[in-house]
């Protein structure tokens, strides 16, 4: 690759070669020797350190040589004396040695050559190839030709006049342990396509180049094949390698279920096929290791691929191949040396025209490690390439990265990044990375989208941590400047991890939409000091993506966060969370939507030195954009229950005193929870809100029950808010929560509010069972519900209990608009219940207030029976129920108020008269208070009647406190209570029905059907 400032390595010499685990035994004197095993013999004279080859059996186009022994010494050339129809040369060497070569193979244009020694092949530091067509090194015992027979370099057979076709397979019948290829050429090899120096063995542009083993290594090596194809490979027990041929485009077919070899680069070692386009390279093996500085290049090299005008469209000159590599066992890339950092490249270079290629790893597992990466970009006209890893155990990224990227200047879509393992892991600074990048203000606007990046996962997917300011995680990202929407990020995993800063990140800071991210789990979703985050960056234009987490659990832990917000021109994206459990453990943590302001960090991509984009994620110290527009997306949350402990806000509306450009514009999201439990304590929040122009979200809960509790160390309020911030304009959206039981305390808030101009929203609880709301405990934060507003309508607040309504230790439920002289329109108190109770001693008040224009705040409340509050004209020190407008209190069938009379101040002594004296046998006299309604018959000695009076007991909610006083109002709409006044009477109505009276009733009553005994029939008896 141009941009790579080369270095070499260490110096293997012939004598190091010799010296090698080979064994010197095997090291073959450098010298080519016939074997006089052919019709027409191979003849070899020698002038100077210049071997010329003639003769060779032909048939057809195909030329045959045998060789005893065939090596190359240093400063030496072997020439390949063909004629110009010889299509393939085909050498074996039937001695015992392996070939050295550390000067010039050479043969005459147009031919193959293909070079067979099962004892090993060896390219030293000098190594050079001279040949017209492409070349092929290989351990293989023999060459097949179809089903015409082949030529072996183990039998030395005679190759039969019908070997006219091309060869069609290499076969390895008897393996070598030892025989190996390897290739240490650094030699200068001319001019690549785009003007750069090449190095090493090379072939001509769209040629292929390959090593076939055995063990196939490059100790700082170079394979060159421009436009062309490089294939590397080898295999251990006996079979059969498919050849196939296309003129002199050479490829391999490795067979499946057989054992494989070994391919080690390493030392800066490289392999090149950029070019005008079509470059491929191909790797089977056991085992591939890729380090110190090497790299695979395949791509359009620079300036390559000038567009050409077709019915005045422009056409694509061609486009670039593929890096395919298909290994077994383990595929390790690692490593830095002189600069260079290992890594596989797909890329379309600047000013060329065309689509980069793809690069696959098929593995039993993949290491990615210290430094390096595959990338697939484009930095000209034409789509990035895909990037894909398979793998049947591990994928593992350690401060290592993958990248897709849309460069400076390019114009076409970048691919995706595809990984499908059993386990997936990024640690120190790993990353997945899918980018549209703008490296200065000059240059153009990129059109392209990036690409998505797709994660499959039977097992566990773990990202984690942060080195040298480069944190973990997997980013899609659309920069400043440029034109084009963001990729998405889908991680489908067994469970999935995310922790000790990494990120999840889709973000668009120019002209297009961000991408979506989506989290699915059959079991745990785990965030642990992390984030997942969809944000329109400042200067962005464009709609921000989604974020969907499907999981068994999900827990936010520590500052976790799951993030949408819109800084920019544009809407941010929706949140959905489906889980059966969800859990937010500490502060930070959260939830939020949000449009004009984000928690989320500052995420910035440079160049490393070797020129490929880095992500570092920075704390967000900037104020929020004054000029965002757009809305603020949907957080739609599902699962079997939900909790959010310790502090886990999803956003923060506080502090207020932050500035918001009146010109933001944009809606926050909505909130959609189902659950089996929900709970928010300890100053946690659930809340949609809009920092700009726009409407805040709507929230609605649907659980079985829901306890909401407590404030943070700072007084912050746990709770569910919908809110348009201060200076921000406006309308809350709507909280509403179906339930069977729900609990406010200890500070907990409900709130629709507009701290901005704006209307409050809506605050709706309908529950089967009862609602509870307790002040106690709370650190001097108010509990209870809220629709309040600062210029526009005051919220309204609709309360359908069942059961049980209860205000303890003042309880607040407030409906406010307004400050004076705004021009609003007051909400309203709606509350129907069978049991309104309150303590009055504990100042817990129903307020509906405002300074708006309509006739006032109201107040109606449906109840069986109202305990311990009443209606004021303002509020007091007892428990009230306060408006500026109406109250209406109603209560069926009982009108307290009539014909009662106030009770005397001074009570009243009982005496009971005297009339039997106790004494001697006599029993003794006694009485008994029943209260109203008469002693109940003795079920064993009383005879039932039908004209007994029977008056059942009543009895509160057991569950609930019993009031110091309690007071039953109905149909009530004057300003001020009526002075209660006793009941002196008891009647029955037409319908049998017992009535309250002031007075004794008029009608005759019943004769007593129990006659007092006398003193002297007692005596008697």
């Given at each position: 690759?141009?941009?790579?400032?080369?270095?070499?390595?260490?110096?293997?010499?012939?004598?190091?070669?010799?010296?090698?685990?080979?064994?010197?035994?095997?090291?073959?004197?450098?010298?080519?020797?016939?074997?006089?095993?052919?019709?027409?013999?191979?003849?070899?004279?020698?002038?100077?350190?210049?071997?010329?080859?003639?003769?060779?059996?032909?048939?057809?186009?195909?030329?045959?040589?045998?060789?005893?022994?065939?090596?190359?010494?240093?400063?030496?050339?072997?020439?390949?004396?063909?004629?110009?129809?010889?299509?393939?040369?085909?050498?074996?060497?039937?001695?015992?040695?392996?070939?050295?070569?550390?000067?010039?193979?050479?043969?005459?244009?147009?031919?193959?050559?293909?070079?067979?020694?099962?004892?090993?092949?060896?390219?030293?530091?000098?190594?050079?190839?001279?040949?017209?067509?492409?070349?092929?090194?290989?351990?293989?015992?023999?060459?097949?030709?179809?089903?015409?027979?082949?030529?072996?370099?183990?039998?030395?057979?005679?190759?039969?006049?019908?070997?006219?076709?091309?060869?069609?397979?290499?076969?390895?019948?008897?393996?070598?342990?030892?025989?190996?290829?390897?290739?240490?050429?650094?030699?200068?090899?001319?001019?690549?396509?785009?003007?750069?120096?090449?190095?090493?063995?090379?072939?001509?542009?769209?040629?292929?180049?390959?090593?076939?083993?055995?063990?196939?290594?490059?100790?700082?090596?170079?394979?060159?094949?421009?436009?062309?194809?490089?294939?590397?490979?080898?295999?251990?027990?006996?079979?059969?390698?498919?050849?196939?041929?296309?003129?002199?485009?050479?490829?391999?077919?490795?067979?499946?279920?057989?054992?494989?070899?070994?391919?080690?680069?390493?030392?800066?070692?490289?392999?090149?096929?950029?070019?005008?386009?079509?470059?491929?390279?191909?790797?089977?093996?056991?085992?591939?290791?890729?380090?110190?500085?090497?790299?695979?290049?395949?791509?359009?090299?620079?300036?390559?691929?000038?567009?050409?005008?077709?019915?005045?469209?422009?056409?694509?000159?061609?486009?670039?191949?593929?890096?395919?590599?298909?290994?077994?066992?383990?595929?390790?890339?690692?490593?830095?040396?002189?600069?260079?950092?290992?890594?596989?490249?797909?890329?379309?270079?600047?000013?060329?025209?065309?689509?980069?290629?793809?690069?696959?790893?098929?593995?039993?597992?993949?290491?990615?490690?210290?430094?390096?990466?595959?990338?697939?970009?484009?930095?000209?006209?034409?789509?990035?390439?895909?990037?894909?890893?398979?793998?049947?155990?591990?994928?593992?990224?350690?401060?290592?990265?993958?990248?897709?990227?849309?460069?400076?200047?390019?114009?076409?879509?970048?691919?995706?990044?595809?990984?499908?393992?059993?386990?997936?892991?990024?640690?120190?600074?790993?990353?997945?990375?899918?980018?549209?990048?703008?490296?200065?203000?000059?240059?153009?606007?990129?059109?392209?989208?990036?690409?998505?990046?797709?994660?499959?996962?039977?097992?566990?997917?773990?990202?984690?941590?942060?080195?040298?300011?480069?944190?973990?995680?997997?980013?899609?990202?659309?920069?400043?400047?440029?034109?084009?929407?963001?990729?998405?990020?889908?991680?489908?995993?067994?469970?999935?991890?995310?922790?000790?800063?990494?990120?999840?990140?889709?973000?668009?800071?120019?002209?297009?939409?961000?991408?979506?991210?989506?989290?699915?789990?059959?079991?745990?979703?785990?965030?642990?000091?992390?984030?997942?985050?969809?944000?329109?960056?400042?200067?962005?234009?464009?709609?921000?993506?989604?974020?969907?987490?499907?999981?068994?659990?999900?827990?936010?832990?520590?500052?976790?966060?799951?993030?949408?917000?819109?800084?920019?021109?544009?809407?941010?994206?929706?949140?959905?969370?489906?889980?059966?459990?969800?859990?937010?453990?500490?502060?930070?943590?959260?939830?939020?939507?949000?449009?004009?302001?984000?928690?989320?960090?500052?995420?910035?991509?440079?160049?490393?030195?070797?020129?490929?984009?880095?992500?570092?994620?920075?704390?967000?110290?900037?104020?929020?954009?004054?000029?965002?527009?757009?809305?603020?997306?949907?957080?739609?949350?599902?699962?079997?229950?939900?909790?959010?402990?310790?502090?886990?806000?999803?956003?923060?509306?506080?502090?207020?005193?932050?500035?918001?450009?009146?010109?933001?514009?944009?809606?926050?999201?909505?909130?959609?929870?189902?659950?089996?439990?929900?709970?928010?304590?300890?100053?946690?929040?659930?809340?949609?809100?809009?920092?700009?122009?726009?409407?805040?979200?709507?929230?609605?809960?649907?659980?079985?029950?829901?306890?909401?509790?407590?404030?943070?160390?700072?007084?912050?309020?746990?709770?569910?808010?919908?809110?348009?911030?201060?200076?921000?304009?406006?309308?809350?959206?709507?909280?509403?929560?179906?339930?069977?039981?729900?609990?406010?305390?200890?500070?907990?808030?409900?709130?629709?509010?507009?701290?901005?101009?704006?209307?409050?929203?809506?605050?709706?609880?309908?529950?089967?069972?009862?609602?509870?709301?307790?002040?106690?405990?709370?650190?001097?934060?108010?509990?209870?519900?809220?629709?309040?507003?600062?210029?526009?309508?005051?919220?309204?607040?609709?309360?359908?209990?069942?059961?049980?309504?209860?205000?303890?230790?003042?309880?607040?439920?407030?409906?406010?608009?307004?400050?004076?002289?705004?021009?609003?329109?007051?909400?309203?108190?709606?509350?129907?219940?069978k049991f309104l109770v309150a303590v009055p001693s504990e100042n817990s008040d129903i307020i509906a207030t405002g300074f708006g224009r309509s006739p006032g705040s109201n107040i109606q409340v449906n109840a069986q029976g109202i305990f311990g509050t009443q209606f004021r004209q303002q509020l007091s020190p007892e428990s009230d129920i306060v408006a500026t407008g109406q109250v209406t209190l109603n209560t069926p069938d009982v009108e307290p108020k009539s014909g009662l009379v106030n009770l005397p101040t001074v009570p009243i002594d009982t005496e009971v008269a005297q009339t039997c004296q106790a004494g001697g046998t006599f029993a003794k006299s006694s009485f008994t208070i029943t209260g109203r309604g008469g002693l109940p018959p003795n079920p064993t000695t009383d005879i039932l009647t039908p004209d007994l009076v029977h008056v059942d007991l009543v009895s509160l909610n057991p569950n609930s406190d019993n009031p110091d006083r309690s007071f039953v109002p109905s149909k009530t709409t004057t300003p001020a209570?009526?002075?209660?006044?006793?009941?002196?009477?008891?009647?029955?109505?037409?319908?049998?029905?017992?009535?309250?009276?002031?007075?004794?009733?008029?009608?005759?009553?019943?004769?007593?059907?129990?006659?007092?005994?006398?003193?002297?029939?007692?005596?008697?008896?």
């Open positions: 690759m141009s941009k790579i400032n080369i270095r070499w390595g260490w110096f293997i010499g012939i004598a190091a070669i010799c010296g090698s685990s080979i064994g010197s035994t095997n090291c073959a004197v450098a010298q080519i020797i016939p074997d006089s095993t052919l019709p027409n013999n191979s003849n070899v004279t020698k002038n100077g350190n210049i071997f010329n080859i003639t003769e060779g059996t032909q048939a057809g186009s195909n030329l045959f040589h045998s060789f005893q022994e065939f090596s190359v010494p240093t400063g030496g050339t072997a020439i390949f004396n063909n004629a110009a129809d010889i299509q393939n040369i085909i050498s074996r060497v039937t001695g015992g040695s392996r070939s050295d070569i550390d000067g010039i193979i050479r043969t005459n244009p147009t031919a193959n050559l293909f070079l067979i020694n099962p004892n090993g092949i060896v390219f030293g530091q000098n190594a050079q190839l001279n040949v017209g067509g492409s070349f092929v090194a290989t351990t293989a015992n023999a060459l097949q030709f179809g089903n015409r027979g082949f030529f072996s370099a183990t039998e030395k057979n005679i190759p039969s006049p019908l070997l006219t076709i091309n060869p069609s397979a290499l076969l390895f019948n008897q393996i070598n342990q030892n025989a190996a290829i390897q290739n240490n050429s650094i030699a200068f090899a001319g001019k690549d396509p785009a003007g750069f120096d090449a190095f090493g063995l090379r072939v001509p542009n769209g040629k292929s180049l390959l090593l076939v083993g055995g063990n196939v290594s490059m100790d700082g090596g170079k394979l060159n094949a421009y436009g062309g194809r490089v294939e590397l490979g080898g295999v251990a027990e006996p079979s059969s390698v498919a050849l196939g041929v296309d003129g002199d485009n050479l490829s391999l077919k490795f067979p499946d279920n057989v054992a494989r070899t070994d391919v080690s680069l390493t030392n800066n070692s490289s392999v090149f096929v950029t070019g005008a386009g079509g470059g491929n390279i191909a790797i089977n093996a056991r085992n591939l290791e890729i380090l110190g500085g090497t790299v695979l290049t395949a791509g359009i090299k620079q300036g390559l691929g000038t567009p050409e005008t077709i019915a005045g469209e422009p056409a694509r000159r061609g486009d670039a191949g593929n890096v395919n590599v298909n290994v077994t066992e383990k595929v390790d890339i690692a490593g830095e040396k002189n600069g260079i950092f290992s890594g596989i490249f797909s890329t379309v270079e600047t000013g060329t025209v065309g689509n980069g290629g793809n690069i696959t790893i098929d593995s039993g597992s993949f290491s990615l490690h210290d430094g390096a990466f595959l990338t697939a970009l484009t930095d000209g006209q034409g789509k990035a390439g895909n990037v894909t890893v398979r793998a049947k155990n591990a994928v593992e990224l350690r401060e290592a990265a993958i990248f897709n990227t849309v460069e400076s200047g390019g114009m076409g879509k970048g691919g995706n990044i595809d990984i499908n393992a059993a386990t997936l892991s990024l640690t120190d600074g790993a990353q997945l990375q899918t980018l549209i990048r703008r490296a200065s203000a000059t240059q153009p606007a990129e059109q392209g989208d990036a690409g998505n990046v797709n994660v499959n996962v039977t097992g566990k997917v773990d990202i984690a941590g942060e080195k040298k300011g480069i944190v973990s995680g997997i980013f899609s990202t659309v920069e400043t400047g440029t034109v084009g929407n963001g990729g998405n990020i889908t991680i489908d995993s067994g469970s999935f991890s995310l922790h000790d800063g990494a990120f999840l990140t889709a973000l668009t800071s120019g002209q297009g939409k961000a991408g979506d991210v989506t989290v699915r789990a059959k079991n745990a979703v785990e965030l642990r000091e992390a984030a997942i985050f969809s944000t329109v960056e400042s200067g962005g234009v464009g709609k921000g993506g989604n974020i969907d987490i499907n999981a068994g659990t999900l827990s936010l832990i520590d500052g976790a966060q799951v993030a949408t917000s819109a800084l920019g021109v544009g809407d941010a994206g929706t949140i959905v969370l489906d889980a059966d459990v969800i859990a937010l453990d500490s502060f930070k943590s959260g939830v939020f939507s949000t449009l004009g302001s984000t928690t989320a960090p500052i995420i910035k991509v440079n160049k490393n030195d070797f020129g490929f984009p880095t992500v570092t994620i920075e704390p967000r110290k900037q104020p929020m954009n004054p000029n965002a527009q757009g809305n603020s997306g949907n957080i739609n949350i599902t699962f079997g229950s939900f909790s959010i402990i310790n502090g886990a806000p999803p956003v923060t509306i506080e502090p207020r005193k932050q500035t918001i450009n009146p010109n933001a514009q944009g809606n926050s999201g909505n909130t959609n929870i189902t659950s089996g439990l929900f709970s928010i304590t300890n100053g946690a929040r659930l809340s949609a809100s809009t920092f700009g122009r726009g409407n805040a979200g709507s929230i609605n809960i649907n659980t079985q029950n829901a306890v909401f509790s407590g404030t943070n160390i700072n007084g912050l309020s746990s709770g569910v808010f919908s809110a348009v911030e201060k200076e921000a304009v406006g309308n809350a959206g709507t909280i509403k929560i179906t339930t069977n039981e729900l609990t406010l305390k200890g500070g907990a808030q409900l709130v629709a509010s507009s701290f901005g101009e704006g209307n409050a929203g809506t605050v709706t609880i309908e529950a089967t069972d009862k609602f509870l709301v307790n002040g106690a405990n709370s650190n001097g934060s108010p509990t209870g519900v809220f629709a309040e507003s600062r210029t526009g309508r005051g919220g309204d607040i609709v309360l359908k209990i069942k059961n049980l309504l209860m205000l303890r230790h003042q309880g607040l439920i407030s409906a406010t608009s307004g400050v004076a002289g705004s021009n609003g329109v007051d909400g309203n108190i709606n509350i129907g219940t209570p009526e002075p209660i006044i006793e009941a002196t009477g008891l009647a029955l109505n037409q319908k049998g029905e017992v009535v309250l009276t002031a007075n004794h009733p008029t009608t005759t009553p019943h004769s007593p059907w129990l006659k007092p005994a006398s003193c002297k029939a007692i005596r008697n008896s």
